[in-house]
């Protein structure tokens, strides 16, 4: 009878720790018919709570322990969307004019968010500052987990700043796996850097078909390695003209690889970015490519490959990169 009574109580002390949540969402256009939309952890990138779409809007429902920050994506969006704070109970986002996300937590948000924008528009450099003033404000709550990751993946610190972060954050940082993901990424980007053997990789269609990198690597070229989001592609697309003329000239090969986009979505944007270069997509969307080269939501960069095999430039400013590559 006490062994029951013992479970009883656990199951009891369970429940009450678990709490509920729904994140209601406000889309500005009617998504196509069964899209699903995705609730994916701001820190892992784990996926959270998947709903179909009714329409302009879905509800999204779990249970949480706490608050937690994560980001909304969906079938035909090429890119995460402004991070949010869910807590317990309802969570309401609007998304048909500017973003508007319901709760004190978001408000702290809004304001980190808009203070960097401020900075950026009087032409402070130092605009992911804003980050750590956040952050160092609240250390003991989930702003302060949040700031603390947004820092990392907006300023790219090196390992030695990530640690001197580390040592004056609460214990619980150190085992955020955004942690790990800078420092893979910081690994990845030096066994890429200049004058280092590019990596091949591989990318499916959803035909079944494999295409490498190494497929565009030659003696007799450079390579241009160009990752992009389609969706800037596509609202950038003068920006890619000069790639195109360049793909027709001699000793050079472009070749792009489509980011956070699947297949459909990656053609529609060839179709309207008029792209004439090689692009490599993949079934489902992908951020692979990019992060086996040290890249973290980079929606621009290119990487230049000899004919020897090894990176000669790489950068996301396009008029530096032309400039080494013409000038050889």
């Given at each position: 009878m006490k062994k029951i009574s013992l479970l009883f109580t656990t199951l009891l002390l369970l429940t009450s720790c678990s709490k509920s949540y729904k994140v209601n969402i406000e889309f500005s256009d009617t998504l196509e018919k069964d899209a699903k939309v995705y609730l994916t952890d701001f820190m892992s990138g784990d996926t959270l709570a998947i709903a179909t779409a009714n329409g302009k809007t879905c509800t999204l429902e779990g249970s949480l322990d706490k608050p937690f920050a994560c980001y909304i994506s969906w079938d035909g969006c090429n890119y995460p969307i402004y991070s949010i704070i869910v807590d317990e109970g309802e969570t309401n986002v609007n998304l048909t004019g500017s973003i508007k996300v319901s709760g004190p937590l978001n408000e702290t948000v809004a304001a980190c968010e808009s203070e960097k924008l401020n900075k950026i528009y009087n032409g402070d450099d130092d605009y992911n500052s804003v980050y750590l003033d956040y952050y160092r404000?609240?250390?003991?709550?989930?702003?302060?987990?949040?700031a603390f990751a947004s820092y990392l993946g907006s300023e790219h610190p090196d390992d030695a700043q990530i640690n001197k972060l580390l040592k004056e954050a609460p214990d619980e940082y150190g085992q955020l796996k955004i942690i790990d993901k800078?420092?893979?990424?910081?690994?990845?980007?030096?066994?890429?850097?200049?004058?280092?053997?590019?990596?091949?990789?591989?990318?499916?269609?959803?035909?079944?078909?494999?295409?490498?990198?190494?497929?565009?690597?030659?003696?007799?070229?450079?390579?241009?390695?160009?990752?992009?989001w389609p969706a800037v592609a596509e609202k950038n697309s003068k920006d890619l003209l000069p790639?195109?003329?360049?793909?027709?000239?001699?000793?050079?090969?472009?070749?792009?690889?489509?980011?956070?986009?699947?297949e459909e979505q990656t053609?529609?944007?060839?179709?309207?970015?008029?792209?004439?270069?090689?692009?490599?997509?993949?079934?489902?969307?992908?951020?692979?490519?990019?992060?086996?080269?040290?890249?973290?939501?980079?929606?621009?960069?290119?990487?230049?490959?000899?004919?020897?095999?090894?990176?000669r430039w790489r950068d996301y400013k396009f008029d530096e990169i032309m400039q080494k590559v013409l000038n050889k």
């Open positions: 404000e609240n250390k003991d709550n989930i702003i302060g987990q949040w800078m420092k893979y990424l910081n690994h990845q980007a030096e066994l890429t850097s200049e004058d280092k053997q590019y990596l091949d990789f591989e990318i499916t269609n959803s035909k079944g078909e494999t295409h490498k990198l190494s497929d565009y690597v030659g003696e007799d070229h450079f390579t241009i390695v160009y990752f992009f790639l195109n003329l360049l793909q027709q000239g001699e000793h050079i090969q472009v070749v792009g690889i489509s980011l956070f986009a699947d053609k529609e944007a060839i179709a309207s970015a008029e792209i004439k270069f090689p692009v490599l997509m993949s079934k489902q969307p992908t951020s692979q490519p990019a992060e086996l080269y040290g890249l973290y939501r980079n929606s621009n960069y290119y990487v230049i490959i000899g004919g020897n095999g090894k990176i």
